[in-house]
T-cell receptor
Framework: AQSVTQPDIHITVSEGASLELRCNYS??????LFWYVQSPGQGLQLLLK??????LVQGIKGFEAEFKRSQSSFNLRKPSVHWSDAAEYFC???????????FGTGTKLQVIP | GAGVSQSPRYKVAKRGQDVALRCDPI?????LFWYQQALGQGPEFLTY????????KSGLPSDRFFAERPEGSVSTLKIQRTQQEDSAVYLC????????????FGEGSRLTVL
């Protein structure tokens, strides 16, 4: 069975600073990888996804993520964080087919002025 | 509708009561999922429908949990004889037929069992 580890429960960054959120997955085959964002009181929104091809994927809101098979990682990055990026971020792995997605426990991002 | 709609947004139940949570997916979305999100945790898969067929219910925690989607559109998650450990946010998501890779989530129904 697939699993996802997000080692950082909570991260604080200054507005304008760069951001990297870590994600490691476990899955025997080629994974389908996702990052979702959840703002307070809101549903989860897809930021970006990786299926195949270029290992650096671009998403919405200026986010990008890089798939590294050798490290079983799919870290999320943003060069300059905005206060509106404060939210909880979930990494997820899918198995294809009908898309049974397994989520990590999330990283809560706090942005300070 | 424009997005996935869930109701009620908040539900308080006394232990032992039955509850029903409703999900109205995006029009035309064949696939529908229910997830449970406990406080401080990521969403956990409960069950999956393709149209009216429930193809996977491996995540339902007990036989007190039951989901249906009789006409392939609106879905209801029913929890019988609620327990305190059922307190969580229940998320519904839908996606287009086939493998698109994106789940569209509703805002969730927060259940508190006293």
């Amino acid at each position: 069975a697939q699993s996802v580890t997000q080692p950082d429960i909570h991260i604080t960054v200054s507005e304008g600073a760069s951001l990297e959120l870590r994600c490691n997955y476990s899955y025997g085959a080629t994974p389908y990888l996702f990052w979702y964002v959840q703002s307070p009181g809101q549903g989860l929104q897809l930021l970006l996804k990786y299926f195949s091809g270029d290992t650096l994927v671009q998403g919405i809101k200026g986010f990008e993520a890089e798939f590294k098979r050798s490290q079983s990682s799919f870290n999320l990055r943003k060069p300059s964080v905005h206060w509106s990026d404060a939210a909880e971020y979930f990494c997820a792995v899918g198995t294809g087919g009908y898309q049974k997605v397994t989520f990590g426990t999330g990283t809560k991002l706090q942005v300070i002025p | 509708g424009a997005g996935v709609s869930q109701s009620p947004r908040y539900k308080v139940a006394k232990r032992g009561q039955d509850v029903a949570l409703r999900c109205d997916p995006i029009s035309g979305h064949v696939s529908l999922f229910w997830y449970q999100q406990a406080l401080g945790q990521g969403p956990e898969f409960l069950t999956y429908f393709q149209n009216e067929a429930q193809l996977d219910k491996s995540g339902l925690p007990s036989d007190r949990f039951f989901a249906e989607r009789p006409e392939g559109s609106v879905s209801t998650l029913k929890i019988q004889r609620t327990q305190q450990e059922d307190s969580a946010v229940y998320l519904c998501a839908s996606s287009l037929e086939g493998f698109t890779g994106e789940l569209f989530f509703g805002e969730g129904s927060r259940l508190t069992v006293l």
